[in-house]
C-alpha cells in the first residue's frame, strides 16, 4: 500500500547548486597546487637538461680545453656554438629533447635525414650558452641558461620570474627575474636579458 508520498528522482536545483559550489571551492584550492608542482617539475627537467648539456661540453673541454663555441663568429648564436658540440663524438648522441625547456616554445631538434647528428636552429633550442671562450676550471662564470622567463618577451613566458642558470662548476641557480625584465645579480646582462657572456 502506498503512503501517498511520491518517489524522488534525482537533485532539487538547491541540491545541485551546493554540490557544484562545493567542487568549485575544492577546484579553486587543488588547481594552484597542481600548477606549482607542474612547474616545480618543469624547472626541474629544465635543470636536468642543463646539465645534461653541460656533462658533455666537459668532454669535449677536455679535448679541446675550452666549451664549444663557434669561431666564425665574434658573437655567436647558441645554437651555432653547442652544434659543434653536436658534430662532436662528445655530444652525437644528444638527444634533441635536451634542448627543448619544458616551460620554454622550441620545437624538438631531430635529426637530418643524411645526417648522424641533430642541428639545432633558433626554433629548436630554448637554452642560451656561452658565446666566449672560456676554460672549464678557473673563475666560477654561467655557461648557459634557459633564455625565456616571464617578462622577457610578452609571447613566450618560461618559469615564473626565475631562470635557471648553469655555471661552470655545473651548479644550477635560480635567478629571480623582476617584473621589468631585470635582474639584481651584477652578472646579469640587462640588454640581452641573460648573464653577461651568454647568446640566445
Not at 652544434?83 to 634533441?96: E, V
Request: hydrophobic share 35%; aromatic share 8%; with cysteine.
Amino acid at each position: 500500500m502506498k503512503d501517498g508520498l511520491h518517489q524522488r528522482n534525482g537533485f532539487t536545483l538547491v541540491e545541485l547548486l551546493v554540490v557544484i559550489s562545493i567542487i568549485a571551492i575544492i577546484a579553486g584550492l587543488v588547481v594552484p597546487a597542481l600548477l606549482r608542482g607542474r612547474e616545480e617539475a618543469w624547472k626541474a627537467q629544465c635543470s636536468n637538461n642543463l646539465k645534461q648539456i653541460y656533462l658533455a661540453a666537459v668532454a669535449y673541454a677536455q679535448k679541446k680545453y675550452e666549451f664549444p663555441r663557434d669561431m666564425t663568429n665574434e658573437d655567436p648564436e647558441a645554437h651555432d656554438s653547442l652544434n659543434i658540440l653536436l658534430r662532436s663524438r662528445h655530444g652525437k648522441n644528444l638527444p634533441g629533447s635536451l634542448f627543448k625547456c619544458p616551460s620554454g616554445e622550441a620545437a624538438e631538434a631531430r635529426k637530418a635525414e643524411d645526417e648522424d647528428y641533430l642541428q639545432l636552429d633558433g626554433d629548436t633550442l630554448d637554452y642560451a650558452w656561452a658565446n666566449i671562450r672560456r676554460r672549464p676550471t678557473g673563475k666560477l662564470v654561467a655557461i648557459a641558461s634557459d633564455k625565456f622567463f616571464n617578462g622577457y618577451d610578452e609571447n613566450r613566458e618560461g618559469h615564473n620570474d626565475v631562470m635557471n642558470v648553469l655555471n661552470s662548476d655545473s651548479s644550477i641557480k635560480e635567478w629571480e627575474i623582476g617584473a621589468d625584465g631585470d635582474c639584481e645579480d651584477e652578472d646579469f646582462d640587462a640588454d640581452l636579458g641573460l648573464p653577461t657572456g651568454l647568446g640566445r
